[in-house]
């Protein structure tokens, strides 16, 4: 039952990515193959960090099952492109969603491969967020990894989660349910309150004033004066 949970929330959080992914390429006018591009970026980008720093064999290359889900993603976008291009909340909705299930199947991959509750936090965050991070690159965004919003924040809230309903006793399945309900919910009230982290600002020095004419000629003056006592 394990595996065939972490099978279709791996299959909906990468179609939910890929649209997140290809929505943005509309925006920008890219054609097709570039929407699919973007949109297979952001569905697999995380994964496939994830699995190389685990030494595993990265995912999407076991089967064709991410490449075709990404295609289905472009129809649908295509299909329904003034539904799901022109609602601004969409894009939240479907990142969102993608987010919080793919933090899950970093979590559960980690701890499959023998390592600690830590280490598959740190991966279910680099999951859930690097395929992002990589598509706002591609368009020339500032990624929205590092901006004020409560990204990053759910997604260690979510492993948090986890780590709490496993140390309770809970089986997977339920704490899998219960980190992606927390990552869900956090991003829901952080857009309905407008939750945000502090901003680090940069305060340049203040530049001083040039001297005025005046100030020069005076400064010239005493100069010479000095340098006639010198001279004496």
Known sequence: MEETFLFIIEVIGTFAFAISGIRLAAFKSFDWFGAYTVGLVTAIGGGTLRDVLLDIPVFWMQTWMYLAVT??????????????????????????????????????????????????????????????????????????????DIYATACAAGGMAYWGAAAAGLSPVPSQLICALTIIVLRMCALRWNWSLPVLRYEPAKKTAAPTEEESNCTTDRLSDRLDDTDQ
């Open 71 to 148: 295609a289905a993603s472009l129809a649908v976008v295509i299909m329904f492109r003034k539904l799901l291009v022109s609602k601004d909340r969409m894009l939240f909705l479907f990142d969102t969603l993608g987010l919080a299930l793919f933090v899950v199947i970093g979590i559960q991959k980690t701890l499959a491969a023998g390592y600690p509750m830590w280490v598959a936090i740190v991966m279910g965050l680099i999951t859930g967020s690097f395929g992002g991070v990589t598509r706002d690159i591609l368009i020339n965004e500032t990624p929205l990894f590092f901006r004020k």
